[in-house]
């Protein structure tokens, strides 16, 4: 399906606007990053998952969601039904943060200044793929899409409206499910995002 948006400004499509991403000096968090970590999946994509910013794993492959917390996710969407190559998938801040303990690089949340640095770019994917849906996962992408990412608990499984109008479905970050200590906890919350994820179709 082709989108209006893309057919009128062909020059900002995702390809391009990943080269430009890739000069960001926006914020700080390009200097201390191996590289941007920009958005990937279908141009035409109904969904847009938002995660937070890249981890680890993401800096050095750059490829969102492709370390542990990518796997939650992955094995959690493919469960309740979903095609990883029918999303988009991108985060609302696209370098990643960490501080250096030994050899250990320890993430770190992203400021509202990097945040709001960083909308420009979450802006712009939005315009280029013009989804009917997009997916917040955790506060920091629901700070970014809605301009308030507080009380997360409380309005997951909701669906609010991102800044630009379009429908917004609030869930946990698969990160926060990876740390929960208790296991029973672990699988009751897992079991809630499942539900989440699998509420997708029926939103579109
Ligand atoms: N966590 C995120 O929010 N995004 C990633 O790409 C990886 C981990």
Redesign the pocket.
Known sequence: QMNSQTDLFAASGLPELAKSASACTRCPLYSDATQI?FGEGPEDARVMIV?????D??DIAGR????P??QMFDEQAIAAGLDRSELY?T?AVKHFKFVQRGRRRIHQKPAASEVSACRWWLEQELTAVDPDLCVA??A??LHALTGNGAGLLKRRGGVEKTRDGRPVLITV???YLLRLPGEEDRARETERFRDDLSRIPELL
């Open positions: 970590v995660g937070e910013q890249p981890g794993k993401e969102p969601f492709v370390g917390a990518g998938v985060n996962l955790g920091t992408a970050h698969p990160s």
